[in-house]
């Protein structure tokens, strides 16, 4: 092996290492999975092939060396149906001379929606996911390429301004890369680590970004099991915020990071204020009950009425007082029923005026009670208003309608057939 004459740094090409010879059929060959990990990041055995195409769409160079093997691609163009696409070509050098040149049966068309810091994201996890993995700049490089054939390991080389302006920042991709923020985390549980907010709206997935939310969260998440990821291994936010919400309300215990999740702060809407609490079917934590009674208790209009009624069915049950009421008051009441009733929905259970609800009990409350409660409040706002609200309670417990998908059903179909009967008494037809 001749000794190279000179060396250059190179501050344009990047640099990744690993111990272990890669197969070049990993290169040639789609699905070929091989990681040894349980938890490697790798997943697909398709990531490698995208980097390459993103890497030559972008007009940059790629070089594998696998042990004294160096492979190098290039591009071809041909003509599939009238249309222009360039066809990679792999070319393996042998150490003793000998070059075959293959085509790899992709296109530089391969991950047509990858942005170039998704190449960079493939490449360095192939390296942290072998061992003694490793990613640089600024190399200092022989005028032959000598210095990268090295039996056992494999090196590979990238000369693009895209992929390496995405190794500037790391930070941005990866967890435990150079200038990140990432501390130790606030809360850790067997599904997510939560840290401090990073400056950024991305979540992880094993250290590894696989997203980003739409509003800024006030945390930074990196989830430790294995979320849907798509085609550019990235994660929808609906996911994310699925798993955030079963976390939240039944697993985490820090009371002070519950907080500051279910109440908002400031003007601004966080991704941590429209989480859908809906997604928790476990039992809520003490923490998190004790959190949400305590805002209760405060009157706070900050907590979210969804969580707070959620949770309302696991609080202990205060008897509601009943209520004075004005003459005035008396006769919208009374009025309100009397109207409701010529409509032929009369009350089974009595119906009780109470100061304030606070929390809106459930239905189930309401009949184990065997009266049906509502704010004194209410009551100012006239007949309309009053029997608009002993309407719903209505439906929901004598229908024993459970949801507002099915109040809002029930009254669509009670307009429709009141229409029905008009347009008939218009025409001198007779009433179903």
Same mark, same amino acid.
């Given at each position: ?10 501050p344009d090409l990047l640099y990744f290492r690993n111990a272990g010879e890669i197969d070049p059929r990993l290169v040639t060959i789609m699905g070929t999975n091989i990681k040894k990990t349980s ?18 769409? &972008? ?13 190098? +691609?290039?591009?071809?163009?041909? =003509? ?23 085509? /790899? ?8 929606? $990858?942005?170039? $810091? ?29 210095? +990268? %054939? ?7 080389? *990238?000369?693009?301004?895209?992929? /390496? ?7 941005? $991709? +990866? ?13 850790t549980t067997p599904s997510v680590e939560i840290y401090p907010y990073m400056g950024h709206n991305g979540f992880f997935c094993q250290g590894v970004k696989v997203g980003s939310f739409v509003r ?16 550019? %291994? ?9 798993? !955030? ?12 990071? =519950?907080?500051? *999740? ?33 805002? %209760?208790? %405060? ?20 008897? !509601? ?9 008396? *006769? @919208? ?5 009397? +109207? ?12 009780? @005026? *109470? ?23 209410? !009551? ?10 002993? !309407?719903?309670? $209505? =439906?929901?417990?004598? /229908? ?26 218009? &025409? ?5």
């Amino acid at each position: 092996m001749s000794e190279p004459s000179t060396y250059t740094i190179r501050p344009d090409l990047l640099y990744f290492r690993n111990a272990g010879e890669i197969d070049p059929r990993l290169v040639t060959i789609m699905g070929t999975n091989i990681k040894k990990t349980s938890n490697a990041i790798g997943q697909f055995g398709t990531g490698l092939k995208y980097a390459i195409a993103v890497i030559k769409r &972008l007009g940059g160079s790629i070089t594998i060396y696998s042990g004294e093997t160096k492979l190098t +691609f290039s591009a071809t163009l041909e =003509i599939i149906r009238d249309k222009q696409f360039a066809l990679l070509h792999m070319d393996t050098l042998s150490p003793d001379g000998t070059l075959v040149t293959q085509p /790899l049966g992709f296109t530089t068309e391969l991950g047509a929606k $990858w942005d170039p $810091w998704m190449a960079y994201r493939e490449l360095r996890c192939n390296a942290q996911d072998e061992m003694n993995g490793s990613v640089a700049t600024s190399l200092w490089v022989a005028d032959q390429d000598d210095l +990268f %054939r090295e039996a056992g390991w494999t090196h590979i080389v *990238v000369d693009c301004p895209e992929v /390496l302006d995405a190794h500037r920042k790391a930070n941005l $991709w +990866f967890l435990n890369a150079s200038g990140s923020r990432a501390s130790f985390p606030l809360e850790t549980t067997p599904s997510v680590e939560i840290y401090p907010y990073m400056g950024h709206n991305g979540f992880f997935c094993q250290g590894v970004k696989v997203g980003s939310f739409v509003r800024r969260p006030k945390f930074t998440y990196n989830f430790t099991n294995t979320l849907p990821l798509s085609e550019d %291994r990235t994660c929808d936010e609906y996911h994310a915020t699925y798993e !955030l919400a079963r976390q939240f309300y039944s697993t985490i215990t820090n009371i002070n990071l =519950i907080r500051d *999740v279910v109440q908002q702060h400031g003007d601004e809407e966080t991704m941590e204020d429209h989480i859908n609490w809906s997604a928790a079917w476990e039992d809520p934590s003490h923490a998190m009950i004790a959190v949400v009674e305590d805002l %209760r208790k %405060r009157k706070s209009s900050k907590l979210s009425q969804r969580l707070a009624d959620k949770i309302g069915i696991h609080l202990p049950k205060e008897p !509601l007082t009943q209520a004075a009421l004005s003459r005035e008051e008396t *006769v @919208v009441l009374r009025e309100a029923v009397n +109207f409701l009733s010529a409509m032929g929905h009369t009350f089974s259970n009595p119906i009780r @005026v *109470v100061e304030d609800l606070d929390i809106k009990p459930t239905s189930r409350y309401l009949r184990d009670e065997g009266f049906i409660y509502i704010p004194k409040e209410i !009551l100012s706002y006239g007949l309309k208003q009053t029997a608009a609200v002993l !309407l719903c309670e $209505w =439906i929901n417990y004598e /229908l024993e309608y459970s949801n507002s998908a099915s109040v809002e059903q029930w009254l669509l179909n009670k307009v429709i057939n009141q229409a029905e009967e008009l347009a008939k008494a218009r &025409l001198g037809q007779p009433s179903a």
